[in-house]
């Protein structure tokens, strides 16, 4: 069969590509974190870790809303310089 990866390829390949799927995996999650892309999504986590919901009358921000509060917050910071 032409073009057919070699068996012996395949074995050192399939670790080494897995790796590096890995590492970028971890490399977006952290500058999303960083960036705070997913900062939505860690809200959403937190309030469902203290059992907040809509029965408690406390209604969770939806995203646009969360992120126009988010950013006005991040721009009222002072800042150095």
């Known amino acids: 069969m032409a073009g057919a990866i070699p068996m012996s390829i395949r074995r050192i390949l399939g670790p080494v590509l897995g790796h590096m799927a890995r590492c970028w995996a971890i490399c977006r999650s952290r500058l999303r974190e960083w960036s705070g892309d997913d900062a939505y999504e860690r809200y959403l986590a937190e309030h469902r870790d203290h059992g907040h919901s809509l029965k408690d009358g406390h209604a969770l921000l939806d995203r646009r809303e ?5 950013f006005d917050r991040r721009g009222k910071r002072p800042r150095c310089c």
């Open 66 to 70: 969360f992120y126009r509060q988010y």
